[in-house]
Structure formats: C-alpha cells, structure tokens
C-alpha cells in the first residue's frame, strides 16, 4: 500500500523533473512508464503552454493515452533515432546509479527509448532507494512467448526461482508485454552480481531483455516528502556515445 508520503515524495520529483525539461526548452521528449511518470506528466500539460512544436515518444501503451488525453503529440517510437532527453520512474536505484525497471512490464522499450536519449533523467521516490538491488523487486526478464518453457528450464537450471508474472485482475494468466513477450520475474540471490546475472539471462536465446539498467542515468532525482535530492552519474550507454 502506497502512503501519502510515498505520494508526495513521488510528486516532488516528478515536479523537478518538469523544471528541468521546461528550463531546457526540450522539443522531442520520452516518456516513461508508471505511477511518478504519470505526475510529470500532468504537471507537464498544466505547465507548458503551447502545445506545438513539443513531440512525445512513449514508452508504453498506457502512456500513449495519457500523453494524447492531455493533448499532447505522439510519436510511435519506430519513427526516430534519438530522443532529446528521457524521463522515466523506476523499481529500485542503487548508490552508482544502477536500477531494477519493470514493474510496469516496459522495460524492454524504456531500456531502448533511454538508449536513444541524449539526456536521462530518473524520478523515483526515497523507498526506492535500496543498498543491494534485487533486495526488494525481482529482476524481470521479457522472453518471446514460445521460448517460455525453455528459458524457464534454463532459469531453474541455473538454481534461480523464477515466476511467470500474473495479472492481478482483467486477463488469466501470464502478463504479456505491449510489446508481446511474457514478463519472468526472477528472485536475485544475496551474492550475486546482478551485472554478469543480467548479461547471462540477455544471452539465452528468446530472452528479449531484463529490467537491470546499468550505465544509463544521467541524473536522479529523489522525492522526499519535503525535498528532493538530486544525484549525478557519469553516463556509460547511449547510442551517441562510445562504449
Ligand atoms: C515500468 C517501470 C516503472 O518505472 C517502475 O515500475 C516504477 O513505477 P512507479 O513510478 O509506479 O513506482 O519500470 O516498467
């Protein structure tokens, strides 16, 4: 259950997050998926004037109605090559900036949208903040629906608990992506490096992508319920970059 605090602290850094895109005048802009990415952008349509000229690629179906609901101009995000800056929540934020996305089951395209971005800036309340990430949210991994049964014999044989991730109400079983594929959230144990982790599972054929993003914060900001704080990263990924 989501305190009021938790709420707050999620508006507050939605709210920075909505200075800074409006600051710096951004024109093509990504969005993220979820509950604080849903506070910027209503604080966004109640903030930016004229609506022309501002283009938006979203990260998620339910982010495409909420963009167009507040009027704004859509882009599917097959239609470019970069955008000029990423906003996006996420599940859990470790010291050097490394997270678990997915909660939302969009982390295959937010890992790419935020790939294509010049600038990422991450809007997460103060619980997500964790010391070993994995401590709390599973990792989770998008798999092609007819390579389900076999990266599950893989998981399993690699002594990982793996569950097919159901959907609390509307639709029987497993949640399946916008994208297609069938969201797999996998237990982190205690010891393990969830870099090398995240790059095995990716290497497992029909394995689409998992929620571990390393290497592509530009910026975090933290919601308090009184403050926020904001965290610089030297970013590592992007496709403007050399790695
Ligand atoms: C969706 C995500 C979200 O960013 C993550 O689940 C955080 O959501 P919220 O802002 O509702 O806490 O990764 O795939």
Known sequence: MIGVETEV???NAAYRAVDIVLE????LIGVGTGSTVEKFIEELSKRLGAR????F?????????????????VLDASTVDFVEVYVDGADEVSEDGSMIKGGGAAMTLEKILAYSSLFNVFIVDYTKK???????HPLPVEVVPQALNIVLRKLKSMGLEADVRV??????????SDLGGVIVDVRVPEKADLNELSETIESIP????????????????????DRVEELRFTRKKGVHLAE
């Open 24 to 27: 710096r005048g951004y024109k």
């Open 206 to 225: 029909g394995v689409v992508s998992t929620g571990f993003f390393k290497g592509f914060t530009d910026l975090l900001i933290v919601g308090y319920s």
């Open 167 to 176: 959907s609390g109400r509307g639709k029987y079983g497993p949640v399946v």
């Open 130 to 136: 964790v010391k070993r990430l994995g401590e709390r």
């Open 57 to 73: 690629v979203p990260s998620s179906i339910s982010t495409a109605l909420l963009l167009r609901r507040e009027g704004f101009r």
């Open 9 to 11: 602290a999620k508006r």
């Open 52 to 55: 022309e000229g501002v283009l």
